[in-house]
């Protein structure tokens, strides 16, 4: 069956805060009591690191690198029993001088495995190269960052068309044998729905210039858009002098909340 309990968060450009959006949605997820985890696709050189974001890097526990599924299938209960926990999320970071990128099989098998044991599963896909390949991310329902300027939202627009575009594709493919020297990555369910756009605002824009309104944002993209995170100089500290994510402005909290409560209603699960 298709895992209908897995979520992915991705952008079209860096520097937007997509990881710490996961991290703090996962959270969130948690504090609903909800069983959480927060898994880093992020799978490129320079990538990854959702554990040092965390400050939770020198924690004992699995990362990718230690996840092997040569037959395409992991022990769900087992790898959660490994991995590394903030504020009640378990993490499944990816350290990129650690040991190889995991095949498109091994993120399959680690995803799907625990989602049959996690109420939820937030996946940050980061540029989304990672829900091309996998079929359990190309299911699943997503949510795009998109920084609110001109450039982030036309980004954004290109992003959301790729995703949709990726998924028929990826539906197509499913209808047809594998081709010789091909490897078959079959969709079990239909490709999931862009489910919310979350807009952030730029944390280097003049006073007064640069940033695009909501309903210029709502108007172009064609479609409902939440936010805005706001720029969060505490936040922004506490990351870059390695302590983690701790306390979280309240009008951002807010729009957290709202996320949350699109993906319980989404994924069919309870507070």
Request: hydrophobic share 40%; with cysteine; proline share 4%.
């Amino acid at each position: 069956m298709p895992c209908k309990n897995v979520v992915t968060l991705s952008c079209a450009s860096g520097g937007v805060g997509t990881t710490t959006l996961a991290a703090l949605l996962a959270r969130e997820l948690s504090h609903r009591d909800h069983d959480c985890a927060l898994v880093d696709a992020d799978i490129r050189a320079g990538g990854g690191c959702v554990d040092v974001l965390l400050g939770i890097e020198h924690e004992t526990g699995s990362r990718w690198h230690d996840v092997h599924a040569p037959l395409g299938q992991l022990d769900g209960s087992a790898l959660r029993r490994q991995m590394p926990t903030w504020e009640g999320v378990d993490v499944l970071a990816y350290n990129c001088w650690q040991g190889n990128e995991p095949a498109w099989f091994e993120m399959q098998a680690a995803v799907r495995s625990l989602a049959e044991v996690e109420d939820l599963v937030i996946v940050d896909a980061s540029y989304g190269t990672s829900i091309e390949t996998v079929p359990a991310l190309v299911e699943a329902p997503h949510i795009v960052v998109a920084e609110l300027t001109v450039l982030g939202l036309a980004r954004a627009k290109a992003h959301i068309e790729w995703l949709e575009r990726n998924g028929e594709r990826s539906a197509a493919r499913a209808q047809e044998p594998p081709r010789i020297g091909e490897e078959w990555k079959p969709l079990r369910g239909a490709p999931g729905p862009v489910i919310a756009v979350v807009c952030v605002a730029p944390s280097a824009a003049a006073k007064g210039r640069g940033v695009v309104s909501m309903e210029e944002a709502r108007s172009y993209l064609g479609r409902d858009v939440m936010g805005a995170i706001g720029t969060d100089a505490k936040l922004c500290g506490d990351i870059l002098e390695g302590l983690g994510i701790r306390r979280v402005h309240k009008k951002n909290a807010r729009v957290i909340g709202a996320l949350g409560n699109i993906v319980e209603k989404e994924c069919g699960v309870r507070a």
